[in-house]
């Protein structure tokens, strides 16, 4: 009986881009950067802060359905899930961080900025 017999053929016009890849990332820094920089600098955090901002505002809807769903539980005389209350509270707080407003929940600021340790 003959065996089965496997025959691989290896390319050698196959190259491997990573070398072009890490050459034209150093000859962008190299080259444009140092003009680009300010600019890029500033349309990043605006990326960014829109990003936190979209965060920010999911967490700040889904938190306050949570504790409204908490509260509505207990004028019911629902058992009420101090689990889901807590998680509510937890993502107005995000939110508020994220966002950088203030929240009040029965009398209680979430997310309001305090001043630095200096100032007067």
């Not at 889901?84 to 309001?112: E, H």
Request: hydrophobic content about 50%.
């Amino acid at each position: 009986m003959k065996k089965n017999e496997k025959y691989y053929r290896i390319s050698t016009s196959s190259r491997s881009r990573i070398p072009y890849v890490l050459f034209g990332i150093v000859a962008f820094l190299l080259v444009g950067f140092p003009f680009f920089a300010v600019n890029m600098r500033f349309q990043l955090g605006a990326i960014f802060l829109k990003i936190f901002d979209t965060i920010g505002t999911y967490s700040m809807i889904i938190g306050g359905a949570l504790v409204t769903i908490s509260v509505l539980s207990l004028l019911t005389r629902s058992p009420i899930n101090l689990r889901t209350f807590m998680i509510g509270i937890a993502l107005l707080w995000v939110g508020s961080w994220c966002t950088g407003t203030a929240i009040d929940i029965f009398g209680i600021p979430v997310g309001q900025q305090q001043p630095p340790p200096g100032y007067h």
